[in-house]
């Protein structure tokens, strides 16, 4: 079946600790989004990415990074750098020209 | 800038109809999206509505578009309790990349 994975569902990190969290997607899309979801702030768009080997900063970058060396996958790397870290996060995927985002069904960071 | 606004809470009882509300500000948008999300999962799409639309069925939600006010509601008929769930209105922009604003989140909770 096509979709969207992310992993882990859970993940608990250590103030200071570096994290990444996983997307991949076999959809054959070639946009992919990292959004945050916050209690009361619906969803906020962090990085997105058009195309392979590119990615673009969206509204709330600041202490992120992603790469995007496959098409199937656009990991986010979350620093030490990211003052409030604790959220759940969305991926999602697009083809180009089509609208429409498919969402994976997130992972919730939680730092100790 | 785009801002879409929503209520926090909506409740209905099972069998009656629901309707949630939206309001953006972008008159340059291009789709207007309804997303579910369901209790610690991703967001699913519902429905979506060209911009030139006045309506759009499907089964048991109606989605009406109001453009003179910038006004997007969604009807559910026959409310279940599966339809228990946070719905997200969304517009997008079209121009170098598909940009999605959203709102907070409406929570719909449907008694017995």
């Known amino acids: 079946d096509g979709g969207i994975t992310q992993s882990p569902k859970y993940l608990f990190r250590k103030e200071g600790q570096n994290v990444t969290l996983s997307c991949e997607q076999n959809?054959?899309?070639?946009?992919m989004y990292w959004y945050r979801q916050d209690p009361g702030q619906g969803l906020r768009l962090i990085y997105y990415?058009?195309?392979?080997?590119?990615?673009q900063k969206g509204d709330i970058a600041e202490g992120y990074s992603v790469s995007r060396e496959k098409k199937e996958s656009f990991p986010l790397t979350v620093t030490s750098a990211q003052k409030n870290p604790t959220a759940f996060y969305l991926c999602?995927?697009?083809?180009?020209?089509?609208?429409?985002?498919?969402f994976g069904p997130g992972t919730r960071l939680t730092v100790l | 800038g785009e801002d879409v606004e929503q209520s926090l809470f909506l409740s209905v009882r099972e069998g009656d109809s629901s309707v949630i509300n939206c309001t953006y500000t972008?008159?340059?948008?291009?789709?207007l999206y309804w997303y579910k999300q369901e209790p610690g999962a991703g967001l699913q799409l519902l429905t979506y509505?060209?911009?030139?639309?006045d309506m759009k069925q499907d089964q048991r939600l109606t989605v009406l578009l109001n453009k003179k006010d910038k006004h997007l509601s969604l009807r559910i008929a026959d409310t279940q309790t599966g339809d228990s769930a946070i719905y997200f209105c969304?517009?997008?922009?079209?121009?170098?990349?598909?940009?999605?604003?959203f709102g907070i989140g409406t929570k719909l909770q449907v008694i017995p």
């Open positions: 999602a995927s697009e083809r180009t020209g089509r609208d429409e985002q498919f």
């Open positions: 959809l054959n899309h070639d946009a």
């Open positions: 990415s058009q195309i392979v080997n590119d990615f």
């Open positions: 972008d008159s340059s948008s291009t789709y």
């Open positions: 509505i060209f911009s030139n639309m």
């Open positions: 969304a517009e997008s922009i079209t121009g170098g990349y598909q940009k999605v604003t």
